[in-house]
């Protein structure tokens, strides 16, 4: 089956659980690790280079909002414009390698704001988990095994920088339900009922029986 499931996941939303799962389910590869290995491939750079570009701490997010606002910051005269180029080249890279997945076999994306780059085509169905940040952390601490406080910074580390990757490179807020065909609350929902949910509305998008 070709067609794209691209799953947008706030902190401790379970989507590094029902990406997988639904992947499996429409007989799908699910990309998440390895997409940003294929990039770094293709840009010649190291995995450590690319998990970097991947995942940027939020005193760098900081910087380049503060760089495209014009605003001065307490981090010095550099704005970090050779990092936004880097960055740049590494969002491109990801854009095009995203496009190739959506022209081919198709399959499962997590994360990398591919439900801007391929929300316009009508072989994709673009998911957001969500829910109350509090019992996320809980969540989250229960499956990781971290005190609730580690918890909670954690979350606060990781939707500030996924909120801020979608506003400086594509102009919107992440939790816009309009990017979204379905939004789904998963601190409501069991991850198995998540997952079917997704996999029905997948199949109706992409022209399958839900049989």
């Given amino acids: 089956m070709a067609g794209v499931v691209t799953i947008s996941a706030s902190y401790g939303a379970g989507g590094a659980f029902v990406g997988p799962a639904v992947a499996e389910r429409l007989g799908l590869e699910f990309f998440d690790r390895a997409l940003p290995l294929e990039v770094a491939r293709r840009l010649a750079i190291s ?3 690319a998990a970097a570009a991947d995942e940027q701490p939020p005193r760098l997010v900081d910087r380049l909002l ?20 880097t960055r740049t080249s590494y969002c491109s890279e990801t854009e ?3 496009r190739e997945i ?22 994709v169905l673009c998911v957001r988990l969500d829910g109350p940040a509090e019992q996320r952390a809980a969540r989250a601490a229960a499956r990781g095994a971290v005190d609730l406080d580690t918890a909670r910074a954690e979350l606060r580390h990781a939707d500030r920088a996924r909120e801020a990757y979608a506003q400086v490179f594509y102009g919107v807020s992440q939790s816009d339900v ?3 065909h ?3 609350d998963t601190m ?3 991850v198995e009922t998540c997952v079917e949910m997704i996999v029905l509305a997948a199949r109706v998008r992409f022209g399958q029986r839900s049989d």
């Fill in 182 to 184: 379905l939004v789904i």
């Fill in 47 to 49: 995995a450590d280079e």
């Fill in 96 to 98: 095009e390698v995203l």
């Fill in 66 to 85: 503060a760089a495209l606002a014009n605003v001065a910051t307490p981090m010095g005269a550099d704005p970090g414009h050779e990092v936004l180029g």
């Fill in 188 to 190: 409501a929902l069991p």
């Fill in 178 to 180: 309009r990017l979204y």
């Fill in 102 to 123: 959506a022209g081919t076999a198709g399959g499962v994306v997590l994360g990398r704001a591919a439900m801007v780059v391929l929300g316009d085509r009508p072989d």
